[in-house]
Structure formats: C-alpha cells, structure tokens
C-alpha cells in the first residue's frame, strides 16, 4: 500500500510540474518592449557615428571610402591617438594613406623587442598620417590601434 501510495504521490508531482510548465505563456525571443525601440522626441537619431572620422579633402575622402567600418573607426582611433600625442585637434592631422593589410602575426608588422605576439593571421591596417610635414605609421587590428615606431 505505500508503494502504491508513494507512485501516486510520484505521479501527481510529475503532473504540477508540467502543469506549471504549460501555464507560463510563451514570449518570443524578438519581442523588445516598445520604450526600447522608442527614440525621444528631443534628440534626433544619430546619422553618424562619432568615432568616423571626417575627410578634409576629397584625395582623403577617396581613401577613406575604401575603408570598411572597422577601418574607419581604427582610423578615428589612430587620428585621436596621434592628435592627443602631439596636442594638436585632430582635424590637423590628414590622411596621406590607407591600407586593409593581413598581419603575419599579432604585432601589426611592427614587434618590439622582448615582446611575444600570437602567430595568427592578422586583419588590419595600415594607415600613414601626417602632421606639419612629418609622416606617422599606425597599424591597427580590428579591435586596437598603435604607432609603430622604428627601432633606435
């Protein structure tokens, strides 16, 4: 008779399971609240994102518009960097080149002495930026930018 009455028990907590299960209604993935999707009537929707950088000539605009999106933020990134570096605006430093390059590693082609890097096929740039006459060469991944300098 326990035996009897312990399946039972077995069965009816089985079935509040499932019952329990099955009364939860079924909500799709995609479903976004409507406050999410809303764009307040007092800012207007960004055309363009704040890290692209802006051509000053149309010889740059041309390369620039070989760059995908990565490419042109890494581009932003390079300017802002060397900008900040020389403490000039960056709208001083221009664009004399721009290159989508394949690294042979994860040092950009440009490894520092006592530095390990990842031997992995890199994606990148490679960008050569100029201010008051004196040229710089940026290498850039997909997620980082940096100055390569030559070795002294």
Do not use: H
């Not at 207007?44 to 010889?59: E, H, L, R």
């Not at 042979?104 to 100029?130: H, K, N, R, W």
């Amino acid at each position: 008779m326990n035996a009897r009455i312990s399946k039972m028990g077995a069965a009816l907590l089985v079935l509040a399971l499932l019952a329990g299960c099955a009364a939860s209604p079924a909500v799709p993935p995609t479903a976004t609240p409507p406050a999410a999707t809303a764009t307040p009537a007092a800012q207007p929707p960004a055309t363009t994102s704040p890290a692209q950088p802006q051509p000053v000539s149309p010889q740059e605009k041309a390369i620039v518009d070989k760059l995908d999106d990565a490419g042109r933020q890494m581009l932003a990134a390079a300017r802002d960097d060397l900008a900040g570096r020389l403490k000039v605006k960056p709208d001083q430093v221009r664009l004399v080149k721009a290159e989508i390059m394949r690294w042979s590693d994860s040092s950009l082609g440009c490894p520092q002495p006592g530095m390990m890097y990842a031997q992995v096929i890199t994606p990148g740039y490679q960008f050569i930026l100029e201010v008051d006459g004196k040229e710089y060469d940026y290498r850039a991944s997909q997620t980082r930018v940096a100055l390569c300098e030559p070795q002294k």
